[in-house]
């Protein structure tokens, strides 16, 4: 990717400015001059409570305010793994609902800070490494090893676990396998891409059981449905999807699926 000239970042902030506030502004400029401080390899500080009130936030598709919060708990805790490494997922997401040179320095600088906190993924505590890779994968659009990361994570994990951490690991899988049938099933490969929804649709199924109100979810499980030809079950997933956030089919989630599967008609 092309380097972002600073006077075209500034145009974009201040453009950002114009649109969404000063605190809106604020907010971006805070997470583009973010800078990685990995002091330590496992951080103590209990920061729970931060990141449950970004993730709400998330719930809510409130991506800007997710932002906010957890720029605001490193200004306390600079070195922490987990908040550092939400900051870099919450980058990418909230990148995802820009345009222009906004949208490619937010994407640009997500992508560094996931490549910077690579290293010490692996010391840090099992559901942060494997959140971790999630994300990572996410981003780095390696969507077969996003699912089989899921697969690792429950084939790791107790009962208990799964529970405490809401099935955690099959939200990981689903993600994966979707977007990974979606990949195949645009490159022709229809076969393994019907392969890789079957086992998404099974891994929603079980995600399901435990937390079945987050938005997302239902916009992969869509995806799935798409790739087997079930195309009303997919607008119903769609709408359900969209009756959490209050958004209607025009928002770009639910847009970009359906402009997919309607340009493979065409």
Known sequence: MKTI????????????????????????????????????????????????????????????AALAIILDGLE????HFGLQSDLAALIGDYSET?????????????Q???????????????YKKYQFKNEYFFRHAQYKNQYEN?????????????VSTKGKG??????GAARYAMQLFS???????????????VSWAQYFTYENDY?????????ALGVLGYTEEMMCALLRSASFINKDLTYFEFKDVIDFFESLKA
């Open 5 to 64: 000239g600073l006077l075209a970042l500034f145009f974009t902030l201040y453009t950002a400015s114009a649109q969404c506030g000063n605190e809106a502004s604020s907010t971006v400029g805070r997470a583009l001059n973010f800078s990685i401080i990995a002091t330590d390899r496992i951080e103590s500080e209990v920061v729970d409570v931060v990141i449950d009130a970004a993730f709400k936030q998330v719930m809510n598709c409130e991506y800007e």
């Open 187 to 201: 490159e022709n490969d229809d076969s393994l891409a019907r392969e890789y929804a079957y086992k998404a649709i």
């Open 98 to 110: 820009c345009s222009g040179e906004l949208k490619e320095a937010l994407a640009q600088k997500s």
């Open 150 to 162: 899921g697969l690792e994570l429950i084939a790791q994990s107790q009962l208990e676990e799964i």
């Open 215 to 223: 938005y997302n979810a239902y916009v992969h499980y869509a995806i």
């Open 112 to 126: 560094a800070l996931f490549n910077q906190l690579l290293e010490i993924a692996e010391y840090q505590p099992k």
């Open 76 to 79: 306390q805790y600079p070195s």
């Open 170 to 175: 099959y939200y990981y899988q689903g993600v």
